[in-house]
């Protein structure tokens, strides 16, 4: 996405963005417990419909179902292997139905990991793991990334 499009949107209205996709996702049927993300490859055609819900109700942008798909949420689910697959699907699968209704952000959250020294895991441990993601997401024909969901301020700075 270009930047003067968000800049020149932003002067004179207010962008909506989509609505909770965790909870769209339940409502249309996915038990407690399962992978949002796998959602992607295995049941896009419910993806689609939360997508389509919320371009129908005239969100500017939407978010892709990425929100969890980094190596270490996805090592949780034994999904790892499937992090270009699920990431790239998403944005193709949300890019199709925004159409040239609404634009695609990318979400990131946060890997689950506890930086040191509250954790064990690395701060660069951490960069790594989103700049996988970020690279994978990089390949596709996204319009923006939202960071969002980050409780802990390292976490925060290893994302951006």
Request: hydrophobic share 40%.
């Amino acid at each position: 996405m270009k930047k003067h499009w968000f800049h020149n949107k932003l002067k004179d209205n207010i962008l909506i963005l989509d609505g909770a996709t965790g909870t769209e996702l339940q409502n249309y049927g996915m038990k407690p417990g399962y992978c949002p993300e796998l959602l992607n490859i295995e049941n896009s055609g419910m993806i689609k419909k939360v997508y389509k819900s919320y371009v129908d109700a005239g969100s500017d942008i939407i978010s892709a179902n990425t929100f969890g798909a980094n190596r270490a949420k996805l090592q949780e689910f034994n999904l790892e292997d499937k992090i270009e697959l699920i990431n790239k699907s998403a944005i193709s699968q949300a890019k199709e139905i925004a159409g040239t209704k609404a634009k695609v952000f990318a979400s990131i959250s946060s890997t689950g990991k506890l930086i040191e020294p509250t954790g064990n895991a690395t701060f660069d441990e951490i960069v790594t793991i989103f700049e996988e993601q970020a690279n994978i997401l990089s390949e596709t024909d996204v319009d923006g990334i939202i960071i969002e969901t980050m409780t802990d301020i390292k976490e925060m700075k290893a994302a951006i």
